[in-house]
């Protein structure tokens, strides 16, 4: 049996943050009685064949999920009980944003059997969640950290952001040192990337926004591994740090290469032999399940050079690295050479050990670089 995850898409949000490339509208609250019997409807209908997973992870993104009410959610929820067996769940996450998780919706995601929470706190520092365009404050990080806390939660995320135009390494080092007294299970710690198509592109494009140089990245991530690692988080992938044995289930699903189901608009799947995801837009989303048209798109096979390739990138990006048994024959030889002369090229970045190569903390910052001349 394979182990495997399931992703549920929640499309909707208050605001479109100007850096955001998900999937995320606003202004269809209308739309959300229709979306849910639109998910469960997809759900109903999946023909993938999933008897030889073990299916121990969901997680619910978008989007703001915690704008659901429990009885969406439960709608959902319901349906993948109905259709696929969860009796070996171990993690079961929900995405919410702080100031738009109300108390009643947290007890009822618990009560549903949701166990882990995963906070979109980005930055405590008023002017850059402005810059960011986020609509919480402060305060409400704080108030909705603690009231899951009181509700039960025992297993949270705080996703950070740094490398954020205006901050400087005295802000991010405080933000670092709040949450740590917060004591969050999991921290993730991403740097502000600027995607294609946002707001954000377009204003680093007019170079109304000038994004920090590399070298500054470079020092936000090492203060961050810094300050993580001296209070008992290890960093376990590139931007993903734990308390001992609570990485990211789900997310380790996609590291791992293992296969997982996506439903709702943008949501991607892997069956171990293709790829694909549905369609970007709630409106072809909605009236495709309610006239049984596809919603696929972007289908793709992996051939087995794909599939090795997938192992590279997302092994490499782990502490763990990629264990060279899982390379086959006629790759591993080439690979090793490779090896060598990115070690040339790439000085202290990569490490082997017990059959096993990873990048070390330097390796980290050039992981991009190093990973492309390693594929095939
Ligand atoms: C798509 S969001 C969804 C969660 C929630 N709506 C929120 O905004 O907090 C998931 C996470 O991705 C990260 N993220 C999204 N866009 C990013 C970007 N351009 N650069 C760095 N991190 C990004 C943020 O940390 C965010 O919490
Ligand atoms: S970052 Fe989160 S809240 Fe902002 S638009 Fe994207 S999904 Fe919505």
Known sequence: ???????????????????????????????????????????????????????????????TPSLLNGGKIEKIISALYKKFDLSNLVEFTIEVNPGEAPTEHLKLYKDYGINRLSIGVQSLQPRLLKFLTRIHDRKEVFQTFNNARDIGYDNINIDLIHSIPGQTLKLWKSDLEEIIRLNPEHISAYSLTV????????????????????????????????????????????????????????????????????????????????????????????????????????????????????????????????????????????????????NQKFKNCLKKKNQRVSLSNKGFLFADEIIVDLLF
């Open 195 to 342: 995607e294609k198509g946002t707001e954000l592109f377009g204003m680093v494009k007019k170079k109304i926004v000038l994004m920090p140089k590399e070298e500054i990245n470079a020092k936000f991530f090492e203060n961050t591994i810094d300050r993580l690692t001296s209070n008992s988080y290890s960093l376990y992938e590139i931007s993903n740090f734990s308390k001992p044995g609570l990485q990211c289930k789900h997310n380790m699903h996609y590291w791992n290469i293992e296969p997982y189901l996506g439903f709702g608009p943008s949501a991607h799947s892997f069956d171990s032999n293709y790829r694909w995801n549905n369609t970007k837009n709630l409106d072809s989303y909605l009236q495709g399940i309610e006239s049984n048209r596809p919603i696929k798109s972007n289908v793709e096979l992996l051939s087995k050079t794909n599939i090795i390739n997938e192992t590279i990138g997302f092994g490499l990006r782990m502490s763990s690295g990629i264990a060279l048994n899982k390379l086959p024959k006629e790759y591993r030889k080439r690979f090793e050479n490779r090896l060598l002369s990115a």
């Open 1 to 63: 049996m394979k182990k495997a995850g399931i992703y549920i898409h929640i499309p909707f949000c208050t605001v479109k943050c100007i850096y955001c490339d998900f999937y995320s509208i606003t202004e269809r609250e209308d739309s959300i009685q229709r979306f849910i019997n639109a998910i469960t409807r997809e759900i109903e209908m999946c023909n993938s064949d999933v008897s030889e997973w073990t299916f121990d992870t969901i997680f619910i993104g978008g989007g």
